[in-house]
């Protein structure tokens, strides 16, 4: 049986996905270095990729921020400003990301996620302590997030990941502190950029589906492990599937 071009037997395998995603992304950030590749691997074109990761990585993100807010992890007063910015940032980005031809895009999607695997590899581990901001409160919150967004605006991958690093070396927050902030941020992020991939109907809506049912499961399970996980664990993970799916990716290209 197929729904739109996509057997049962697809959707099921991007629902595992998703959930294997939402579980990491919630944990440790970096879902959509398993989700991008997956969707462009199995021949989805780049854009209708990023609009598609955009849908499914909204319902994990928000279900994540419902958990870190109803468990009293992040306030909404300490989160909504900056969570506003990081909605401008994104949908900008996702703007410029439509003019962009498609066929350079091809090429700079396996290059940015080679990029981030190295950074993730060759960085050193956020420290577990508070410590004095190295920044200002205005400086992170109209350049840093704003910037963060952007990037998830344009492309995604890494970005719970980029918010938490930036939460811990720029403003002095614990790891996991940052992270469930890093939720609230990255659904910001993730809403701005699907409504403008909306308007250009930049979506494949049944594999989204499919993906969205997961990630709900994944997130849910994420966020009752969040604070027992060694998160060093999560960036061994998250680096492997990355290599890998690069690889694959590689050769379905005929780069290999």
């Known amino acids: ?36 590749p997956a969707l462009m691997i199995s021949g989805v074109p780049p854009l209708a990729a990023l609009g598609t990761n955009k849908l499914q990585g909204s319902v994990g993100t928000a279900t994540s921020t419902y958990m870190m807010l109803k ?34 895009l091809s090429f700079i999607i396996p290059i940015i996620l080679l990029f981030i695997a190295i950074y993730f590899v060759i960085s050193p581990m956020p420290h ?39 939460g811990v070396s720029l403003k002095g927050h614990d790891l996991v502190h940052s992270t469930a902030i890093a939720k609230a941020l990255n659904f910001s992020t993730n809403v701005a950029s699907l409504i403008i991939f909306m308007a250009v109907g930049q979506l494949v809506w049944i594999l989204g589906i499919a993906m969205m ?42 780069w290999v």
């Open 71 to 104: 468990h009293r992890r992040i306030r909404w007063n300490d989160i909504k400003y900056f969570m506003l910015f990081a909605f401008f940032g994104s949908a900008l980005g996702a703007i410029v990301v439509q003019l962009i031809n498609v066929e350079i």
């Open 213 to 254: 049912l997961g990630q709900m499961i994944g997130a849910w399970l994420g966020s009752h492990c969040l604070f027992k996980i060694n998160p060093l664990y999560l960036r061994v993970i998250v680096v492997l599937m990355c290599v890998g799916m690069l690889i694959k990716y590689s050769i379905s290209m005929g």
């Open 1 to 36: 049986m197929e729904f739109s071009g996509f057997s049962i037997d697809l959707l099921f395998v991007f629902f595992l996905i998703a959930i294997v995603a939402g579980f990491l992304d919630t944990l440790a950030g970096g879902g959509g270095l398993i989700t991008m």
């Open 128 to 166: 577990e302590g508070k410590v004095e901001p190295s920044i200002s409160e205005s400086k992170y919150k109209y350049a840093v997030i704003p910037a963060i967004g952007w990037y998830d605006g344009m492309f995604g991958p890494g970005t719970g990941s980029f918010f938490a690093l930036a």
